[in-house]
């Protein structure tokens, strides 16, 4: 598979997806063991939830709501379209990782996880499929430049300027800590 096309608004949101699949996938496996009442480590679990919320939520979900789909609009597309349904399930994503942090029993954080990880799934083939390829073909390049200059700084400022060295190194531990 070839890498995301420099120079496009979505080349950095769809290296965040890749990122974002590593992280669901090893949710997925605490889930499963969760579900199988199988012990997983509380503060292991806290620390996927934090990575979660931090990449997929305040970074990527931020880039989208506050940058790429505004701008969508700006450039013509209706707001009727698939746009609202992917704000939405960021914010079903975000009630799935609020029961994660909080102390529920073993059977509600599977329900979850696994519901968090397939919500999230189907939402990135969605964008992928749908919403980046339209992204692509409708700014100019010094459009898709200022989208990437706004998200860099919401990246700043939002989880730091080392975040992503950061991240890459947080999900390669849990991926250990949750090994298949």
């Known amino acids: 598979m070839s890498g995301p096309q420099e120079g496009l608004a979505t080349a950095d949101l769809r290296r965040e997806h890749e990122l974002i699949l590593r992280a669901v996938a090893v949710l997925e496996r605490a889930g499963r063991r969760l579900a199988d009442a199988k012990h997983v480590d509380p503060a292991a679990l806290g620390k996927l939830v934090d990575l979660l919320r931090a990449l997929a939520d305040r970074c990527h979900h931020g880039k989208e709501e506050h940058h790429l789909y505004p701008a969508m609009r700006r450039k013509g597309l209706p707001p009727e379209t698939r746009l609202q349904s992917l704000i939405a399930e960021h914010g079903?994503?975000?009630?799935?990782?609020?029961t994660l942090a909080g102390l529920p029993s073993a059977a509600e954080r599977a329900a979850a996880a696994l519901l968090y990880v397939r919500v999230t799934r189907e939402h990135i083939a969605a964008e992928d499929r749908d919403v980046f390829p339209v992204a692509d073909g409708m700014f100019t390049a010094e459009e898709q430049a200022a989208l990437g200059r706004a998200y860099r700084e919401l990246e700043l400022t939002t989880v730091?300027?080392?975040?992503?060295?950061?991240l890459v190194a947080e999900l390669a531990r849990l991926e250990r800590a949750f090994a298949a």
């Open 92 to 98: 079903e994503g975000r009630d799935y990782l609020g």
């Open 160 to 166: 730091g300027p080392a975040f992503r060295d950061g």
